[in-house]
């Protein structure tokens, strides 16, 4: 009897061993996909983009939502400067079908600040990498140690960069 068993089971071994391979590959992959962010597929966390045109060709901007630090990063180049900026230095608003980030590029008391505005749309993903096309807006505000009201003429101009360029997901 027990000679018998021995043999039901080692042929059972080549019946179960295929099936418990199965069972392992399948726990193995269901471990590895659940460490991916579920977002990955859907919202991207990594935006580059490029100025159009003669006047924009030389501006460049990265917008990182997130980075190692755990902090958003925006780094703003253009012909004659370059902005680095991280954590609360950049802040945003969400819109109803996007984002508004808005960085100071420049304070100066009592003559102006300007401020660059991009605006993201939503990007869902389903590959790696997708190209869209959205605009940044420079705003230059006049200001006055006694307020506003001082102001002669317009308070605010605005010059609008149209930019295209990649959002996609990365894991840092």
């Known amino acids: 009897m027990r000679n018998q ?3 039901m089971l080692k042929k059972a071994q080549w019946f179960l061993l295929p099936i418990f391979c199965v069972i ?3 726990t ?3 471990s590895a996909t659940s460490l991916v962010p579920s977002n990955q597929t859907n919202e991207p966390n990594q935006f580059v983009l490029q100025g159009i045109g003669p006047k924009y060709e030389d501006v460049q901007i990265s917008y990182s939502t997130t980075s190692i630090t755990g902090k958003p990063i925006f780094i703003y180049n253009d012909s004659k ?4 900026f991280i954590g609360d230095e950049i802040r945003t608003q969400q819109m109803a079908k996007g984002k508004a ?3 100071t590029l420049e304070s100066i008391p009592d003559l102006h600040v300007t401020t660059l505005t991009l605006l993201i749309p939503a990007v869902n993903l389903n590959s790696s990498v997708k190209e869209f096309k959205t605009v940044a807006i420079l705003t ?3 200001t006055a140690i006694v307020g ?3 102001v002669e003429g317009a308070v605010k101009s605005y010059e609008v960069i149209s930019l295209k360029g ?5 894991v840092s």
């Open 101 to 103: 980030v808005t960085v």
């Open 28 to 30: 193995a992959y269901a």
């Open 24 to 26: 392992l590959l399948t």
């Open 140 to 142: 230059t505000s006049k």
């Open 148 to 150: 506003e009201n001082v």
């Open 166 to 170: 990649t959002a996609s997901y990365i």
């Open 81 to 84: 400067n370059s902005y680095s």
């Open 5 to 7: 068993t021995f043999k």
